[in-house]
């Protein structure tokens, strides 16, 4: 089964898990990497912090690991 980037998944555990999510972080204004709050917060809260359409990031994200058609 191909695993997905799910909003429910930690900001760090994407990170840890695919690092070359880290431009679409960049693109959106999150600078998770080093943040602690990366640790504890699920993509959908941090999405929702920062007024960012979680659709769209799980989009690209997804797209960033080959999960997603371009």
């Not at 659709?55 to 080959?66: A, M, P, T």
């Amino acid at each position: 089964m191909i695993k997905k980037i799910t909003g429910k998944m930690s900001i760090n555990d994407v990170i840890e898990k695919y690092p070359e999510t880290v431009d679409i972080f960049m693109k959106y204004g999150l600078s998770c990497v080093g943040c602690p709050f990366a640790m504890m917060e699920s993509l959908e809260q941090g999405a929702k912090s920062h007024g960012i359409n979680i659709k769209e990031l799980l989009k690209d994200l997804n797209k960033s690991i080959g999960r997603e058609k371009v």
